[in-house]
C-alpha cells in the first residue's frame, strides 16, 4: 500500500513538474463602457 501511495506520489509530481505556466491574457484590451440607468446623484426608487 505505502509503495503505491510513493509511486501515485512521484506520478502526480511528474505531472505537475511538467506542466506548462499559463500566463494571463490582456483582456480587456480596450476601455469597456458601463451603461448606468440612474441619473448622476439621484437615488433609484
Avoid at 5 to 21: D, E, R, V
Avoid at 22 to 32: E, L, M, T, Y
Amino acid at each position: 500500500m505505502t509503495l503505491e501511495k510513493l509511486l501515485l506520489g512521484a506520478m502526480l509530481s511528474l505531472a505537475a513538474s511538467l506542466a506548462t505556466p499559463v500566463w494571463a491574457q490582456g483582456f480587456p484590451n480596450k476601455p469597456i463602457r458601463l451603461v448606468v440607468t440612474f441619473p448622476p446623484g439621484g437615488a433609484p426608487r
